[in-house]
């Protein structure tokens, strides 16, 4: 891969940028897709503006309890910050998180449209998280950490802001064979999900490197004939880190 960073940060920011302003708009073919990943009666308050950009539902699968913390890697227009808080309740948090501005300035109206008072929005970059350690008992990313150029650091950032115990559950694009260079260095495909994709195996592995458990694919759904698919992803923060298991107390 010959593209920085930055230039594919940039491509993604423009990209998801021009969508927020449809979504805001009502422009954008929204209802459908919500309709196609969610169960209707879930949504079926939302304003059109909370536009669904993902490739699955990892509310439906994490278990969230109330009273928890919820962190969404990439809430663009918060969709799944908005289904968790009806989970966590009154006495529950949900934190969305999230780079491009146009995104956050939909999100934060569509959460005041929804007169919701357990959801913030915070600007930052999942690979330094404005998060502090242990504070999160659930992770979800929605079609989103394929977008990252640096997704070890995405893992170890997760792992950092996750309580012991703490859940990791994330939709994303994964590949079925590695892509060519041409494919990896095209800007179009890295904001349309594909160029950033990681192999499922390669995926999973990096998870582990990260000091994550319990790690397994919870579905998988093709997209049409191309070299990537959407995989619904879990994993655990373990109750003790391999630097703490067996010391004792003070």
């Known amino acids: 891969m010959t593209r920085t960073a ?21 422009c954008g073919d929204t209802a459908s897709q919500r309709e196609r990943l969610y169960v209707v009666d879930e949504v079926a308050d939302m ?3 909370v536009a669904s950009y993902g490739c699955g539902n ?5 278990g969230i309890a109330p009273g928890e913390v ?23 948090r949900v934190i969305g998180l999230d780079m491009t501005q146009e995104m956050l300035d939909l999100a934060n109206s569509n959460r005041d449209k929804l007169a919701l008072t357990n959801v913030e929005f915070r600007k930052g970059e999942m690979e330094a998280m404005p998060v502090d350690d242990a504070t999160v008992n659930v992770i979800l990313s ?3 950490i394929n977008l990252s150029p640096d997704k070890d650091a995405v893992f170890r950032e997760s792992f950092r802001v996750l309580a012991p115990g703490g859940r990791f559950h994330v939709s994303d694009v994964v590949l079925s064979r590695e892509l060519s260079d041409a494919e990896r260095d095209d800007l179009a495909l890295w904001a ?5 994709a990681l192999v499922e195996s390669d995926y999973l592995g990096r ?14 759904s093709t997209i049409g004939k191309k070299p990537w698919y959407s995989a619904t992803i879990s994993a655990r923060k373990p109750l003790e880190s391999p630097a703490t298991a067996g010391k004792s107390c003070c």
């Open 47 to 49: 304003p059109e503006t």
């Open 70 to 92: 919820v962190l969404d890697l990439g809430s663009g227009a918060g969709l799944d910050c908005f289904l968790a808080a009806k989970q966590v309740g009154a006495e529950g």
């Open 58 to 62: 990892p509310t439906a699968l994490a």
């Open 207 to 220: 998870l582990v490197q990260a000091g994550f458990d319990g790690i397994r694919v919870e579905s998988r």
């Open 192 to 196: 349309g999900c594909a160029s950033g």
């Open 142 to 144: 929605n079609c989103v």
């Open 6 to 26: 930055g230039e594919i940060k940039q491509a993604v920011q423009e990209h998801y940028g021009g969508r927020a302003k449809e979504a805001a708009s009502c």
